[in-house]
């Protein structure tokens, strides 16, 4: 009865053999779902001659991506090369040529998933994604279709592995070199860690999140992005004794029709929805005006969990295929403006070393305050009597972004000031 | 450009308005994303002449559900009733009649789904019915489709909200009859508070559950359900001396190719993915072989969020209808056998009131031996010299229940025994 359905996949990496691993294993039970069998009629690798897993077939090995995407016999490209360039290009011609694209590459859908996806609906094909973002957590389909009667207000998430390892292990004492160091020994930083601990990736997966929850066009480099790689073990004892966790939270929110989307280290209090999210695990809170708040937790990143997700598109596509439907694709309608980091508020931490001598807090505080920012709590940490310097940590009030970037020039430049050690936002 | 589907909608109380009013607000917005509007042109009730939200118009409302039962313009019937009749037989006569259904009535789908989504095969439509369980939370559509390459192990869920409540109530210092007037005040419990404390209600959506993510055949009376009505609030604080939170627990796992699915309250780790979720707040944790553990959490009752869900559905539904298909329901293909609830196995807490005198810890001791059953740890907790009564908590190692039944019936037997006072199962 499963009449097949000729898949061609780009790249035979973790997450490509894990798809055909999965297909190979659980075939027959996908096909009576189904009605129709996926069969994997290509494979394009860079090295044939490579010993690879025993379900991929030397034989549907090639180096030669032309033999998938101008094949007419192959309905849908699974597209696993990671990276920009050549992705992009092979996504849109297999789109072009009418043939379905499933793809985990979360840098091209950011970037030119808009593009991409128009070029999806005007040949009536499938472009779909879940992969790109949070791994087997099925946060795409969640926003673009169960959500369908929300007005979306909020997505908070964290949705990078690597820095949310680091941030724990910081919690638990280490600093952040030895902390880094240990994800990478596990397998979980990459030797050049900087598209992690800069916060590169996670804003591309904001972008992607962004994008279909606010039907709104914002790309990657118009979200602000502050790393990881600054923050000291301390913080995350003071920020504890004050009740909170830090950890790089991705967020994005509709505030009087104009977007917020930028991703930085923030303090989030202990209850909040995010804060108990350890390890590599990822999570996506999301506001919705008629679910209200709605959390979905798992593992982002991996063979196993990014393969579930690129199998439930690959499933979706073939569903449709059997049933006869192109299902049209909906791309973003409208497209609200966007607010400079600048110009959002926040509560701020503020940690700094200063003079140990009478008045310096007086001088800190009229920096703030002639800058419009107003303190919520002051407590002296620590003094070093020889070197007369003291540390003090400064919660203040909401602010403006721009105004606390203003006063922390002052506050460089006052005599009494040693070093602004950190200054981290906080949820409100 | 957007043409209309028309819907019957059965019944017009909390969630019925809810779904209407939704589509009164943002209609416009969803026929854009749907191309096609969604038209209610009939609204079954019991009384036209009540007083209802403004996006109710009078000229829709009917008595008779035979206006819509056998309206051949009518594409959807959304079934909002509750109850098991006569919402069943006018789901089977819309799906006959070749009508696609919308419900959330988890009673219906729990005792007569597995026939209903043979009927709905059979004149190929559709049978929808997300906001049965998980009200906000779509849960049903991530088990059918987003998992589609997972073969799942266990679910654990809490999905009553009311028992939650009282439940964390509980853990707050409240006794259990305290605890369920305040939700009664609030609108959380019904003054005839059986069905959701006895855990029937629990039942209904854990045989929703099971049957959909182990695709057997699993009717609620095959799932062993203990309520909460016994639980005292001097349980909870053991038990938080211990580390673990009290919580009503619906599981369903698959071990050794048999079925275990049961309702109980449960002694959750702390650290448990279900332990932190308070108050009427629903989630569940899903454990596939791809994805390892995902947990969904939200809001599982009220009218807003189960209008979410129903409103997901329906667009679901009219997004095939544009398309020109009637997609096929795939129902449960294979049945595996369901364990008995005695041969079911779980580390217990007992807390018992026996005579305060020497040896009586060895009786209890070899009470439970005899029937296979090894201690963990044991504390007396309180004494009351004047009755000459102690208190003791014990934590058993794993052991079968229909063993611990049994132990227990000696226990109450021996003449040390003044009362066996609470035995709740622990998560393993």
Known sequence: MARPVKVGVLGAGIVGSGVISVLARKGDRIAQTLGARIEVSRILVRDVTRQRDASIHRGLLTTDAEAILDDPEIAVVVELLGGEEPARTYIE??????????????????????????????????????????????????????????????????????????????????????????????????ADPRNDVEATDAAYKLSILTTLAFRADVRPERIHRIGITDLAEKDFRYASEMGYV??????????????????????LPRDHHLASVNGVFNAVLIDGDEVDKLVLYGRGAGAQPT?????????????????????????????????????????????????????????IARALGDSGISIASCIQKESDEEARVAEI???????????????????????CTRQVSASIRVDR
Not at 402 to 412: D, G
Request: some cysteine; aromatic content about 4%.
């Open 307 to 363: 393969s579930s997700a690129v199998l439930a598109d690959l499933c979706a596509i073939v569903a449709d295929i059997v049933a006869g439907v192109a299902q049209r694709v909906d791309f973003p309608a409208t497209s609200p403006p966007v607010r400079a980091f600048g110009e959002t508020t926040a509560r701020f931490y503020l940690r700094l070393s200063v003079a140990d001598e009478p008045g310096v807090l007086a001088q």
């Open 93 to 190: 011609r297999a789109l072009s040529a009418g043939k379905h694209v499933v793809t985990a590459n979360k840098e091209v859908i950011a970037k030119h998933g808009y593009e991409l996806l128009q070029i999806a609906d005007r040949h009536r094909v499938n472009l779909f994604f879940e992969a790109s973002v949070g791994g087997g957590i099925p946060i795409i389909r969640v926003v673009r279709r169960d959500l369908v009667a929300n007005d979306i207000s909020q997505i908070q998430a964290i949705i990078n592995g690597t820095t949310n390892f680091i941030l724990t292990a910081m919690a638990d004492g280490r600093e952040y070199a030895d902390a880094l160091a240990e994800a990478q020994r596990l397998g979980y930083a990459e």
């Open 393 to 415: 940590v400064i919660m203040t009030h909401t602010a403006r972004q721009s105004a606390m970037t203003e006063a922390l020039q002052k506050i460089l430049h006052l005599s």
């Open 246 to 267: 830090v950890r790089l939270v991705a967020t994005a929110r509709l505030v009087d029709g104009v977007i917020e989307a930028n991703v930085h280290p923030t303090l």
